[in-house]
């Protein structure tokens, strides 16, 4: 079976990639947890991304853990959409 990688977000600035990775182990067998971070302040921008094994173990995360609270927060969780690479980054044409 092929790995499902799964979007979180709203997530709080306490968790850092082990403490993300051990919410989800419950589920089954996570192959990586990446909280993504600012590359400039190294700060996390609060969200992050999850890969299950399996697609079944990455459904039942996904509706076990979506809308639950960590921290304070309320977490969105749900099926990570594939990156779609950008040509423009935002800067300024002149």
Same mark, same amino acid.
């Given at each position: 079976?092929? =790995?499902? +990688? $799964?979007?979180?977000?709203? $997530?709080?600035? @306490? ?6 990775? =051990? ?7 996570? =192959? @990586?947890?990446? $909280? $993504? ?6 700060? @996390? +921008? ?32 749900? =099926?990570? +959409?594939?990156?779609?690479?950008? @040509? ?7």
């Amino acid at each position: 079976m092929a =790995e499902k +990688k $799964i979007y979180v977000g709203n $997530i709080p600035y @306490s968790l850092d990639n082990d403490s993300l990775k =051990e919410l989800f182990d419950e589920f089954g067998a996570v =192959e @990586s947890a990446q $909280i $993504i971070s600012d590359r400039d302040t190294g700060r @996390s +921008k609060g969200f992050a991304f999850v890969e299950m094994s399996n697609s079944e173990e990455a459904q039942a995360a996904i509706e076990a853990m979506n809308g639950k609270e960590v921290d304070g927060r309320t977490l969105t969780v749900n =099926e990570a +959409k594939p990156r779609v690479e950008r @040509s423009d980054r935002g800067g300024r044409r002149r």
